[in-house]
């Protein structure tokens, strides 16, 4: 069974600085899918960003990066410059293949950006 | 925009009340999710659908049943609600090898 862990249940960050949060998980898996998702107070979900295993280039979305080791098993989010919408809880989380959208979702960071 | 619709955003119950969330999506999405979050546990997956009159346990399926009739609607049935329910349920549909897109989530409390 995949297993993600999150071991960051808060941290906050002064706006315009850049954050980090960290994201590890287990499989015997060799092709696999990672994802970020942002959860706002409004509760909606949102991805954030997205990184395919056999790819090497680590995925990027504007201010939004990863970090991702593959041998490590090590999946961390980047957010530069950070704004104060993007305070909220993101959460990793990780599929098998794309053919199956079962996601196994990590405990959650709750990120706060201080004005 | 693909939307996934929740009927309620908070709802209260009472202990052995059978309680029905439901979902609507209007992409024509094949596959449709019921995660319950829980602070400090993340999202955990009940059950998912790939298909009409379709449905698969996920990995916390004790206490609940789902039903889908409809394409576009996806329930969650709690046949009789207990204390320990008490969560936010979010549900979620995609396409074949797509992103899922998520409802807002339902904050349910049973008392």
């Known amino acids: 069974a995949q297993t993600v862990t999150q071991s960051q249940p808060e941290m906050s960050v002064q706006e315009a600085e850049t954050v980090t949060l960290s994201c590890t998980y287990d499989t015997s898996e060799s092709n696999y899918y990672l994802f970020w998702y942002k959860q706002p107070p409004s509760r909606q979900m949102i991805l954030v960003i997205r990184?395919?295993?056999?790819?090497?280039q680590n995925a990027t979305e504007n201010r939004f990066s990863v970090n991702f080791q593959k041998a490590a098993k090590s999946f961390s989010l980047k957010i530069s410059d950070s704004q104060l919408g993007d305070t909220a809880m993101y959460f990793c989380a990780f599929v098998p293949n794309f053919g199956n959208e079962k996601l196994t979702f990590g405990t959650g960071t709750r990120l706060t950006i201080i004005p | 925009d693909v939307k996934v619709t929740q009927s309620s955003r908070y709802l209260v119950k009472r202990t052995g009340e059978k309680v029905f969330l439901e979902c609507v999506q209007d992409?024509?999405?094949?596959?449709m999710f019921w995660y319950r979050q829980d602070p400090g546990l993340g999202l955990r997956l009940i059950y998912f659908?790939?298909?009409?009159?379709?449905?698969e346990k996920g990995d916390i399926p004790e206490g609940y049943s789902v039903s889908r009739e409809k394409k576009e609607r996806f329930s969650l049935i709690l046949e009789s609600a207990s204390t320990n329910q008490t969560s936010m349920y979010l549900c979620?549909?995609?396409?074949?090898?797509?992103?899922?897109?998520f409802g807002s989530g339902t904050q349910l409390s049973v008392l």
């Open positions: 979620a549909s995609s396409s074949l090898n797509e992103k899922l897109f």
């Open positions: 992409m024509d999405h094949e596959n």
């Open positions: 659908s790939y298909d009409v009159k379709m449905k």
């Open positions: 990184q395919e295993a056999y790819k090497q």
